[in-house]
Every structure is written in C-alpha cells, then in structure tokens.
C-alpha cells in the first residue's frame, strides 16, 4: 500500500499519541519539524498529504502565518489547547484532550479529494468547498434559501444547483428578477392577474408563482421589492396561498422559494424599508458566497473552464493563458467577480489570432494588465466637501 507524508510540527508525546492510525488512512511517512520556518523551507521540495500542528500557549505567530499561507492548499489539522482558536475556512481543530478515533475520522474527512465543480459551480478553494457542503446539505430538505454576495459570483447556479439537487429536479425551475421590472408590474409577474385587473390588462395571466408550481421559484435581487409585494409575499411563504392582481379567487401553489441578493437586508431591516418577518421567513439558510478576489487560487481552474467552454464558439484553437498573464489573473482584484471574469476571457479570444493557443498579456484590458480595479471606483470627494 503506498504511504502517505504527513508534516508535523510540535514533537512531543501530547500529540505523537494523536497520530492517525494506519489502519484508517493508510501508512504515513511522518516527518517532524521544529517550527515553521522548517516546513517553508521543505515545502518548497515536497508536499505532504497532511500537515499536523500542535499550537503552544502564546501567540505562536509564525505558525498562524503558516496556516494562513497553506489553507486551501493543503490538508491541515490543529490540536491546540481546549478552546478553538481563530483558524481560516477549511482548518480542522482538535483539543489536546481529543481521543484517537476522533483524529482519525477528522484526518479521514480532511483527505477526501476536494471536488473541483458542483452542478456549474466551478471552484476548489475552502471557501467553495463550505459552499458545496451547504449545498448538498440543504438542496433536499426543501427550506427556503437566502443566497448573498456580490453581484457577479454566480447567485443563479446556486439556485439552479439547489433546484437540481433536490426531490423537485423534474419541476419548473422559474427565475424573476425583480431589479429589472418596474415596481408596479412586479406583483402582476409575481402571483398574476385578472381581465380588466388594470388598464392595459386584456386577458388573465398567470404569475411566476403558478408556473413554479411543483417547482422551484428564484427571485433575485429580493431587496428591490416594494413594502406592498413583501406583505403579499409573506403570505404566500406563511400560507402557500394567494389571489391573482383583480382576482377574489384564492390560488394554492406548492414552490420552493429561494432568494439572492447583493445588499445588506440587514440594513434594509434597521432603515425600516424591508420587514424583518419576511426576511426571518427568506433567511431559514444563507448561502453566502465570497467574491472571486477571496479565492484567487480558484481563477486558473475558470479560465480554464471558460476556455473550453468559449473557445469552441469563437473557433480559436486557445487552450490557457501564458504564466505572465495568468499572474495578472490572479493579482486583479476583480470587482466584477466571475461575470467579470468571464467578459474578460470572452474579449481575449475576439482579440487573438486565429492560431492562437494562449492568453497573453497584450490580449487583457488595461485595468487588467495594470491592476486598477479602482478606475470603475466614484470619484473620491474633494477635501473639504460634503459628500
């Protein structure tokens, strides 16, 4: 059976005890160091399967700049102390006083292969990894989903991948945006209405709520909605019932409900323009999702994504980009997030010979190749004035 490396630092016998078995993971090759300036040094040559850290009393900074530097990257349990201490997304906690069979199935959870995509969600970082296990945790239980971030970071593939996922897979999947629709025809879409409802309204039609039904209904940018369709909308989360715009006749659906948005509603709440029951009711789960400057290790898998996915129709033989591009990639900040991203790469392959096979730097726009996310920033106000 071929052996695993396991990195450990903190020899002492409080933690050679906590060792994984080799019966559970395998063999390990396990190599001891006294600090963190040993692993930089060797893991510039080799890569373990594990790193294993006893954190001491104090502060112990070069071993937290260590963690910080490898997570995402590497495998990493901590045994330290009785109290969790401050670690990044993705780093697996032990107290000193742990059993062996809680190492092992914590080692054991550790080295599943970390999945590169979920249902189009492209990522392998630790924040996306936390957002593949809400995911799959929450897809079939049919609660209502509140999904956050910023514009861009792909807030319909979660919803589509809850939708997908779940025991309604063969019902409609409708999705609304409700920041595209003008304030007084939003309800109309919603729960429709009747002939004669309104000037203009020359025939019934029915709402998105009746065509979800069965399904999963996707209303993104909850934030936009006026008090009046919040109200009704309760209702329907409350009830499952509603009337059409003009109508008497109560309408029963069964939808799944799942939200997005890109602002606070938390402030919203505080400034009064959005009801704190409706949004207890939409935030039974939060899917947060981080922006792509928080997961920089995940742009080269989606250039490569969208290459294979963009390349073909642009009939451009380009499978990568150059490592002097791919650097710029990497260090932009990205204020667009992943639809930013994905205009960027479609520029590049319009800009490239026809024989091209790699993305070069003269091929990315100039906050690209200059790393000025901050030119789309307002104008900073002048000293002195008011804002």
Known sequence: MVSRRLFLIGDDPRIRRLLPSAERAGPWEVYSFRDAAQVLASLGRDRPDLLMVRLPGGAAEPLHQLIARVAGHLPVLVIAGEHAPDLPPGVAWLPETTSKEQVDATVLRLLK??????????????????????????????????????????????????????????????????????????????????????????????GRFELADGGTLFLDEIG?????????????????????????????????????????????????????????????????????????????LLVAHLLARFAPIAGKPVRGATDAAMALLTRYRWPGNVRELENVIQRALVLAESDAEWITPELLPEEVRTGRSDLFDPPATPAGEDR
């Open 224 to 300: 936009e909605i006026t008090p009046a369709t919040q109200l009704k909308l309760l209702r329907v989360l409350q009830e499952r019932e509603f009337e059409r715009v003009g109508g008497v006749q109560t309408l029963r659906v069964d939808v799944r409900l799942i939200a997005a948005t890109n602002q606070r509603l938390e402030r919203a709440v505080r400034a009064g323009t959005f009801r704190l029951d409706l949004y207890y009711r939409l935030r039974v789960v939060q899917i947060e999702l981080p922006a792509l400057r928080e997961r920089p290790e995940d742009i080269p």
């Open 113 to 206: 292969p970390e999945r590169d995509s979920l249902a189009g969600i492209v990522g392998r970082s630790a924040p996306m990894q936390e957002v593949y296990r809400l995911i799959e945790r929450v897809a079939p239980t049919g609660a209502t989903v509140l999904i956050t971030g910023e514009s861009g970071t792909g807030k319909e593939l979660v919803a589509r991948a809850l939708h997908r996922l779940s025991a309604r897979r063969d019902g409609p999947f409708v999705a609304v945006s409700c920041a595209a629709l003008p304030h007084d025809l939003l309800e109309s879409e919603l729960f429709g209405h009747e002939k004669g409802a309104f000037t203009g309204a020359h025939w019934q039609k029915p």
